[in-house]
């Protein structure tokens, strides 16, 4: 198997812009999360799906993000407007729900806004 | 909410010294994962501790949770350039096990 996949690994954009990040999950597994990086607030948790349903997304900032899981193996993370403090590493990780909840990280995409 | 702390923050030590990373946690957790990422790298799983008291050593690296499972450890014996990275803890958010609460990590630079 490739691992989580996202896509696009680097993104830059100019504040106001709409960004649209994608992850493949590992194939089988029924849990995906979106966690986003910064050096002052480190790894947080934005959005958890279970079985393409979001069953949590109080980690989710403000209503410029969404996401959205339209099926087992895609999901999005969006961001509009995208504003200057949204610039993170935004990671995609999958699980398969049960006792060993082992999180596999994709690369990553590292979002800058200027 | 839930909290789960780390300290140090960074450490720097020479190559053969040995490094400790503590994971405290503000509620009792079930099980607790580590987790290692390198410089530019994505966080990667080690291992995860569910019984309280249980030690599990993967060459050296030695891994403790506390009795009280709230804490946490990570030794490393004799740190080799290789282990440079950030070392994460992350327990379940809630009663769940899906969804993880990481710590802030500890960054390791390993001088040769």
């Known amino acids: 198997d490739a691992g989580v996949i996202q896509s696009p690994r680097h993104e830059v954009t100019e504040m106001g812009q709409e960004v649209t990040l994608r992850c493949k999950p590992i194939?089988?597994?029924?849990?995906l999360f979106w966690y986003r990086q910064t050096m002052m607030r480190g790894l947080e948790l934005l959005i958890y799906f279970n079985n393409n349903v979001p069953i949590d997304d109080s980690g989710m900032p403000e209503d410029r993000f969404s996401a959205k899981m339209p099926n087992a193996s895609f999901s999005t993370l969006k961001i509009q407007p995208s504003e200057p403090r949204d610039s993170a590493v935004y990671f995609c990780a999958s699980s398969l729900e049960k006792e060993t909840t082992e999180a596999f990280f994709g690369q990553g995409t590292r979002l800058t806004v200027v | 909410g839930q909290q789960v702390m780390q300290i140090p923050q960074y450490q720097h030590v020479q190559e053969g010294e040995d490094f400790t990373t503590y994971c405290n946690s503000s509620t009792t957790l079930s099980n607790i994962q580590w987790y290692k990422q390198r410089p530019g790298g994505h966080p990667v799983f080690l291992i995860q501790l569910v019984k309280s008291g249980e030690v599990k050593k993967q060459k050296r690296l030695t891994f403790q949770f506390g009795e009280a499972k709230k804490n946490s450890s990570l030794h490393i014996t004799a740190t080799q350039t290789t282990d440079v990275g950030t070392y994460f803890c992350a327990g379940p958010q809630g009663s769940g096990y899906s969804t993880l609460t990481f710590g802030k990590g500890t960054m390791l630079l390993v001088s040769p």
């Open positions: 194939s089988g597994h029924n849990s």
